[in-house]
């Protein structure tokens, strides 16, 4: 019975055990399926969070976009093409009309001569534009603007005579219709010739470096005449593009002067060589300057001589006392060591003997000049 009692109570603790073991792994799932929750929530909080970041740019940027294409569009230069365009159109169609119903009105069959006439004056004023971008010559822009004011002078007069003749109007109607027609004729030829001297003004104020280039290499080849013959032939004789216009201008210069440095000629060597030996003979003391020179070191005023390299001040010192060597020493009563040289035991000299051991060497030196520089 004992042990029956004992088994069971053992039986007893393992289901109490397993019980135990059952609920913590319960608590345990129940815990992981609860944190995948959160992190689920979580990525999903942080994913409309960052949809939300990036609406929100994608609303700045385009916000930003619209505002530089209107800062694109209304520029002051589009605004002016895109205007002077439009009063174009405008005065085209204004004019046109009175001169169909002018020639229609002689016989059908003159309908396209106000084309043809419109067409002319357009037609000139463009090829000024066109000559003005290839940069044909002024007696060419000159011809095609005269072109134009003859166009549309003769479309000006139709619409003169046009206006003043409208049945139904007074004197002065008629007067104010006529004026009318033959201005808008002219206005649109004369705005656009405008706008294109307006954008010419505009493009060659933006060249100003190329315009001081091409001045810089006129002004270069005038007056350097043979280095320039010499440099288009060494161009002509190189192939096309394999030598630098630079290159042969630095090689015919070395050619002509023998120098490969560009303003350098033989003369101008030889000027420098009579520059730098009038200069170095200049720096050399005379021997009333030498005198100067020793007697300043010796006065109780501070004196400032000039050198070869800068201006050094000489200061006052005593003259020299003692002889550089020391006295003979006497005869010993008794024989003692050997005199020994010590570490100062003679005087240093003088300012006035330095200063004149220096001019000693420096006079016996001689001036030397390159011999390349002397060629």
Do not use: C
């Amino acid at each position: 019975m004992s042990d029956y009692r004992e088994e069971r109570r053992r039986d007893q603790a393992a289901a109490a055990r397993q019980r135990r073991q059952d609920a913590a792994a319960a608590d345990r799932r129940r815990l992981a399926l609860q944190r995948e929750a959160d992190e689920r929530a979580a990525r999903l909080r942080e994913q409309q969070r960052a949809e939300a970041e990036q609406r929100r740019a994608d609303k700045a940027k385009r916000r930003v976009e619209r505002a530089a294409r209107r800062a694109e569009t209304l520029t002051p230069g589009r605004v002016y093409r895109t205007g002077t365009l439009a009063l174009v159109g405008a005065s085209a169609a204004a004019a046109l009309p009175a001169q169909i119903l002018h020639f229609v009105g002689i016989s059908p069959m003159l309908l396209p001569l106000p084309l043809a006439i419109e067409g002319a004056a357009w037609v000139m004023a463009a090829g000024v534009a066109h000559a003005d971008e290839r940069g044909l010559p002024g007696w060419v822009r000159w011809l095609l603007r005269a072109l134009v004011a003859a166009a549309a002078g003769f479309a000006a007069a139709i619409n003169w005579s046009y206006g003043r003749h409208l049945p139904g109007l007074s004197e002065a109607d008629a007067t104010v219709a006529g004026a009318g027609l033959a201005a808008v004729s002219l206005l649109g030829p004369l705005v656009f010739e405008v706008r294109q001297w307006v954008s010419t003004l505009s493009a060659s104020t933006g060249e100003g470096e190329e315009r001081e280039r091409r001045r810089h290499a006129r002004r270069r080849r005038r007056d350097h005449r043979t280095v320039a013959r010499l440099a288009d032939r060494l161009l002509s004789a190189a192939p096309f593009g394999a030598l630098d216009a630079e290159a042969a201008w630095a090689r015919a210069w070395e050619i002509v002067h023998g120098d490969d440095r560009p303003g350098m000629t033989p003369d101008l060597h030889r000027r420098a060589v009579r520059s730098h030996t009038a200069l170095t003979a200049a720096r050399a003391p005379r021997p009333g300057e030498l005198r100067e020179r020793l007697e300043a070191g010796l006065r109780p005023l501070d004196w400032v001589l000039p050198t070869e390299a800068d201006v050094v001040p000489i200061r006052r010192a005593s003259s020299q006392v003692a002889n550089q060597m020391p006295p003979a020493p006497k005869a010993p009563r008794k024989k003692s060591a050997p005199p020994r040289r010590r570490k100062g035991d003679t005087p240093r000299y003088s300012t006035a003997a330095r200063v004149a051991a220096a001019e000693t060497a420096r006079r016996t030196a001689s001036v030397s000049v390159p011999v390349g520089e002397a060629r």
